[in-house]
């Protein structure tokens, strides 16, 4: 039986994910799909239309591009994180209480851990800055 995948993809995937704010980009991403998921759908009995809707929209997008841009490159976790903790804000009033608090939650724990991601060369070398 032979895998589609070749054996040492553990690893590499490790190394790929502990170089950078791996679970800031997680957490900043499904926020942002939260936001947008509950404008979508409505749950319901709440209708989301009107200028709620398009700010958890818009707010939802920014914050799946910041996500990826915590991915793609951790050099810019700073203006990430900035970002998104303000815009994390913004959601409480502009968004239907943050995508029901959910959003604002994760989008807010998101952006505090792309602000306080290290490097691991910088944890290995203290004495080097």
């Keep these: 039986m032979t895998t589609a995948l070749r054996p040492g993809w553990r690893p590499r995937w490790r190394r790929w994910r502990r170089n950078r704010p791996f679970a800031a980009g997680l957490l900043l991403g499904l926020g942002g799909l939260e936001l ?32 990826v841009t915590t991915w793609r490159n951790p050099a810019l976790r700073y203006f990430s994180g900035v970002l998104a903790a303000v815009l994390s804000l913004v959601t409480l009033v502009a968004a239907n209480l943050g995508g029901l608090l959910l959003g604002f939650l994760l989008t807010a724990v998101g952006s505090a851990l792309a602000l306080a991601w290290i490097p691991q060369q910088a944890l290995s070398n203290p004495e080097e800055s």
Excluded: D, M, N, Q
Excluded at 39 to 66: C, D, H, I, P, Y
């Design 36 to 67: 947008i998921c509950v404008s979508w759908v409505g749950l319901g009995f709440l209708r989301f239309t009107g200028t709620a809707g398009a700010a958890s929209w818009t707010l939802g997008a920014v914050f799946v591009v910041s996500g």
